[in-house]
């Protein structure tokens, strides 16, 4: 590690000409925030530091934490044990308000900054060999903060700290673009690369400069050409904001509450609907049901209408029109997806790249479009007739989707068996059970200090490694749903787990336990796990699988250790990323599982009558993706022709096929999973392999929870997902990732 002394700094910086890299900021902000990093050092210097802090605990029984979960009155007791202490969001001093997180802002701003003069102005013989570690830690300080602005913009209540986080996590952004077409780190990682072996990297160092130089040659900067790289600057800038547009405006109801009204004869609705049902419709309550003498008024915003004439009404006709109300998207909505695959497609074009697919697909698992169409022909093929089957549970004949929720409540079969009511503290007991044994681990709800978290619901949950007492991770669980946060179920790496180096940056005076907790050389991890639950006492089957999927990523994130933060945890190829959480489904789905979280030893278990067709649903997703981004010519990305490829895609796969409205202006998984979405399908199928392989006799095996551990999830992304793979199956010809593997892994014989 390195002290270095701040003004110092920036005065050289002002020299250099890497001025272009220095932000606007604020001056009194500035003037508060040198003032606080005081007695430092120009010179850096090599030191050791021990920034272990003692940890102690007592592992909790299975009644206590069903009650910290279930009871609030009894946790506000548990909870009353903290220090008194006011210390900022996960305990980070900088962390009280907006402005202090600007201030963290600056810190690892300065951080980038001084770490980036160094390698431009190293001319030293070791400067090759630190490069990699270096540039690395850039990557760390960086992501230390747009990850947390990106977690406060979701689920921060106070407006304020929203604002200051989104305009951060802009200029952060901008600042990364930046360095992504810095010719200088280009070449010097280029000539690094190309002498890996005579510096004698480590096979991590050597992945991740891969990993760098890959995102580089994105950037176009083998082209060396300044137009190309202020163009790929602006490119990916537009691209970026107008997702997080997407994003947000998805959330919104697509209509406004007096446009667009659905005059349905008041008669017509009285007669199509159970007597119950219909009393209970709020015609006389809502401003959005406005009663006249023989019709109503209804508002494709009022989706609890749309929801109850859909599922109950016996006239074909309301149940159509209600969801397709429900699943129209704004034609404003669409215009702005329609902009960015264009935005997308000109990226890639600029890339020398002929499509988007091509473009992203190099670096992942599947590598190539055509092992993406094969996998999604296959699929289809395999999964369309036993959907087709499944659903004669529901209906005779061909089932419209408008149709299902009706028909679906119709079958005796299904609706024999009620849906499980599970609390929250049952399934969290249960889940860090099974943790415990598959992992090693000890999960311990602790006491927060006053202003740690966001909002009072926020339960903070420390993970140790049960042999060696070591703290391993802090968890941070965001449960219930608000108003004011994102109602998408989600998972925050906000600090990674890795090793620190002799290139870190450290401040004389920074309090190292309000930025990061170091423990014996390791940067411990801050996780967060976001749900939308409404009650803790009453929640079902879907929202404990909900919390499983979420916690697969937690523990991609602690189980692995890394020497370098970009392939830390679930920084891996995004197609491999989503395994370690569907794998987590599949313990939820084990009725030997499921039995331990019900209270009632004799309740009937609920049965998943719905596999195959939730698969192709997935699938159907996936090839809309896919040739959405498969198009090659920027005019045929007009909101009309999206529109007839979406219904196209919608009867190619003909399983209650929409050919009525144009959804897929609400897909937003098109923003953050552009050109791979068919990784929710793949990792499914490597998902239901690897249970049957490591977990079909018993989900609480410990020896192969170590298997799964030591040969899959402790690489993060420091190796390549194939020969993961290839271990875990014990099958070498999957480690080449050709075709070959390709059809291996994608075969799904063992889901028939």
């Known amino acids: 590690m390195v002290y270095v002394k701040l003004k110092k700094i920036e005065k050289n910086y002002t020299n250099t000409t890497s001025t272009q890299y220095m932000l606007k900021s604020n001056r009194a902000l500035n003037r508060a925030f040198t003032k606080h990093l005081k007695k430092v050092y120009y010179s850096p210097i090599s030191i050791n530091v021990?920034?272990?802090?003692?940890?102690?605990?007592?592992?909790?029984?299975?009644?206590?934490?069903?009650?910290?979960?279930?009871?609030?009155?009894?946790?506000?007791?548990?909870?009353?044990?903290?220090?008194?202490?006011?210390?900022?969001?996960?305990?980070?001093?900088?962390?009280?308000?907006?402005?202090?997180?600007?201030?963290?802002?600056?810190?690892?701003?300065?951080?980038?900054?001084?770490?980036?003069?160094?390698?431009?102005?190293?001319?030293?013989?070791?400067?090759?060999?630190?490069?990699?570690?270096?540039?690395?830690?850039?990557?760390?300080?960086?992501?230390?903060?747009?990850?947390?602005?990106?977690?406060?913009?979701?689920?921060?209540?106070?407006?304020?700290?929203?604002?200051?986080?989104?305009?951060?996590?802009?200029?952060?952004?901008?600042?990364?673009?930046?360095?992504?077409?810095?010719?200088?780190?280009?070449?010097?990682?280029?000539?690094?690369?190309?002498?890996?072996?005579?510096?004698?990297?480590?096979?991590?160092?050597?992945?991740?400069?891969?990993?760098?130089?890959?995102?580089?040659?994105?950037?176009?900067?083998?082209?060396?050409?300044?137009?190309?790289?202020?163009?790929?600057?602006?490119?990916?800038?537009?691209?970026?904001?107008?997702?997080?547009?997407?994003?947000?405006?998805?959330?919104?109801?697509?209509?406004?509450?007096?446009?667009?009204?659905?005059?349905?004869?008041?008669?017509?609705?009285?007669?199509?609907?159970?007597?119950?049902?219909?009393?209970?419709?709020?015609?006389?309550?809502?401003?959005?049901?406005?009663?006249?003498?023989?019709?109503?008024?209804?508002?494709?915003?009022?989706?609890?209408?749309?929801?109850?004439?859909?599922?109950?009404?016996?006239?074909?006709?309301?149940?159509?029109?209600?969801?397709?109300?429900?699943?129209?998207?704004?034609?404003?909505?669409?215009?702005?997806?329609?902009?960015?695959?264009?935005?997308?497609?000109?990226?890639?074009?600029?890339?020398?790249?002929?499509?988007?697919?091509?473009?992203?697909?190099?670096?992942?698992?599947?590598?190539?479009?055509?092992?993406?169409?094969?996998?999604?022909?296959?699929?289809?093929?395999?999964?369309?007739?036993?959907?087709?089957?499944?659903?004669?549970?529901?209906?005779?004949?061909?089932?419209?989707?408008?149709?299902?929720?009706?028909?679906?409540?119709?079958?005796?079969?299904?609706?024999?068996?009620?849906?499980?009511?599970?609390?929250?503290?049952?399934?969290?007991?249960?889940?860090?059970?099974?943790?415990?044994?598959?992992?090693?681990?000890?999960?311990?709800?602790?006491?927060?200090?006053?202003?740690?978290?966001?909002?009072?619901?926020?339960?903070?949950?420390?993970?140790?490694d049960s042999k060696t007492k070591k703290l391993k991770a802090f968890l941070y669980l965001d449960l219930y749903y608000r108003e004011s946060k994102n109602h998408n179920a989600s998972h925050f790496t906000v600090t990674t787990s890795k090793k620190l180096n002799d290139q870190e940056i450290v401040y004389e005076n920074e309090d190292i336990n309000a930025t990061c907790v170091i423990s014996e050389g390791v940067q411990i991890p801050i996780i967060v796990l976001n749900t939308s639950l409404y009650n803790p006492l009453c929640i079902n089957e879907n929202d404990m699988e909900t919390i499983f999927h979420e916690m697969g990523h937690a523990m991609h994130s602690v189980l692995s250790l890394t020497e370098l933060q970009n392939c830390s945890g679930t920084r891996c190829v995004s197609d491999f990323v989503e395994l370690p959480s569907i794998l987590m489904e599949l313990f939820a789905k084990d009725p030997r599982v499921l039995r331990n979280v019900v209270d009632n030893p004799n309740t009937e278990l609920p049965k998943d009558f719905f596999r195959a067709t939730e698969m192709i649903q997935q699938t159907k997703l996936a090839l809309l993706d896919y040739r959405f981004h498969e198009i090659d010519n920027v005019n045929d990305l007009s909101p009309e022709n999206l529109l007839k490829i979406y219904h196209q895609t919608e009867m190619d796969v003909g399983v209650m096929p929409d050919v009525y409205t144009n959804w897929y202006g609400r897909f937003t998984h098109l923003v953050g999973y552009g050109s791979s979405y068919y990784t929710y399908s793949l990792d499914r199928i490597i998902a239901n392999k690897i249970y049957n392989k490591l977990f079909a006799n018993n989900p609480y095996s410990k020896e192969s929870g170590d298997i799964l551990k030591n040969k899959l999830l402790k690489y993060g992304g420091s190796r390549s997902p194939w020969e993961c793979l290839a271990d875990v199956f014990e099958n070498s010809e999957l480690a080449k990732g050709d075709t070959k593997a390709v059809k291996i892994i994608t075969e799904t014989t063992s889901d028939k």
């Open 50 to 464: 021990n920034l272990q802090r003692p940890y102690s605990y007592t592992a909790q029984p299975s009644d206590t934490l069903k009650k910290l979960f279930n009871d609030k009155s009894y946790y506000k007791k548990f909870n009353s044990t903290a220090v008194d202490k006011k210390n900022g969001l996960y305990s980070n001093k900088l962390l009280q308000s907006p402005e202090g997180l600007y201030q963290f802002y600056k810190l690892y701003l300065y951080k980038c900054q001084h770490l980036l003069r160094i390698i431009h102005q190293d001319q030293s013989e070791d400067a090759d060999k630190k490069f990699i570690l270096r540039i690395d830690n850039i990557s760390n300080n960086l992501c230390k903060v747009i990850d947390l602005c990106e977690m406060i913009r979701s689920l921060h209540p106070d407006e304020k700290f929203v604002t200051m986080a989104d305009r951060i996590y802009n200029e952060m952004f901008e600042f990364m673009n930046i360095l992504n077409t810095d010719v200088v780190l280009y070449n010097n990682l280029n000539r690094v690369m190309r002498n890996k072996d005579t510096l004698k990297l480590t096979n991590e160092q050597s992945i991740v400069g891969q990993i760098l130089l890959d995102d580089f040659n994105k950037s176009g900067l083998f082209m060396n050409n300044e137009a190309i790289k202020n163009q790929f600057i602006e490119l990916s800038s537009d691209i970026s904001q107008l997702g997080q547009n997407i994003i947000i405006s998805e959330q919104e109801p697509p209509f406004d509450s007096n446009e667009e009204m659905w005059k349905v004869s008041l008669e017509k609705l009285k007669n199509s609907l159970p007597h119950e049902i219909y009393n209970n419709l709020p015609i006389k309550k809502t401003k959005f049901l406005l009663k006249s003498k023989e019709f109503v008024d209804i508002s494709k915003n009022n989706l609890y209408v749309l929801y109850q004439i859909n599922k109950f009404s016996n006239d074909a006709d309301l149940r159509k029109q209600s969801w397709m109300y429900m699943n129209m998207s704004s034609q404003e909505q669409v215009n702005k997806v329609s902009k960015l695959l264009q935005l997308r497609l000109k990226l890639a074009n600029l890339m020398k790249e002929k499509t988007h697919n091509s473009y992203q697909l190099k670096n992942k698992l599947m590598k190539n479009s055509e092992h993406v169409k094969l996998l999604l022909h296959n699929l289809v093929s395999d999964y369309r007739e036993k959907s087709l089957n499944e659903l004669k549970i529901i209906k005779s004949g061909n089932l419209e989707a408008y149709d299902r929720e009706f028909y679906k409540l119709k079958n005796t079969e299904i609706n024999r068996i009620p849906q499980l009511q599970l609390t929250v503290g049952s399934v969290f007991a249960e889940l860090f059970k099974l943790l415990s044994t598959l992992y090693s681990l000890d999960f311990v709800v602790t006491p927060l200090y006053k202003t740690e978290t966001w909002h009072e619901d926020v339960r903070k949950v420390e993970i140790y």
